[in-house]
């Protein structure tokens, strides 16, 4: 079995080389798939909402959801994906992956 961080790199490194994405959902989208796609004893939702006892704290702030949340069937390891995407007013070509940060 592949590590997450295994996964997400060969995404990022191959998954998104021919494929520009518009903005930060489209990224969520795509990662999503492919990660259902690998983890078949896995769920994978987008925009999970976090426990409100248990909020995600993401640097200075703290989320009421986290973009990409995994959690094997078993209910005894869970992952959470925050992706970051640049906007057009702050990069000037598309970008070809995106920014992330896993949460365990």
């Given at each position: 079995?592949?590590?997450?961080?295994?996964?997400?790199?060969?995404f990022?490194m191959?998954?998104?080389?021919?494929?520009e994405?518009?903005?930060?959902?489209d990224?969520?989208?795509?990662?999503?798939c492919?990660?259902?796609?690998?983890?078949?004893?896995?769920?994978v939702?987008?925009?999970?909402?976090?426990n409100?006892?248990?909020?995600?704290?993401?640097?200075?702030?703290?989320?009421?959801?986290?973009?990409?949340?995994?959690k094997d069937?078993a209910?005894?390891?869970?992952?959470?994906?925050?992706l970051?995407?640049?906007t057009?007013?702050?990069?000037t070509k598309?970008?070809?992956g995106?920014?992330?940060?896993?949460?365990?």
């Amino acid at each position: 079995m592949q590590t997450m961080k295994d996964l997400l790199t060969k995404f990022f490194m191959n998954q998104c080389k021919n494929n520009e994405f518009e903005n930060e959902f489209d990224l969520q989208f795509e990662l999503a798939c492919y990660l259902r796609q690998e983890l078949s004893n896995y769920t994978v939702k987008i925009e999970k909402r976090c426990n409100n006892k248990q909020p995600v704290n993401s640097g200075s702030t703290v989320k009421s959801r986290i973009d990409i949340h995994i959690k094997d069937n078993a209910g005894s390891e869970a992952f959470g994906i925050e992706l970051k995407y640049p906007t057009k007013q702050h990069c000037t070509k598309p970008l070809r992956g995106g920014l992330g940060s896993i949460v365990v």
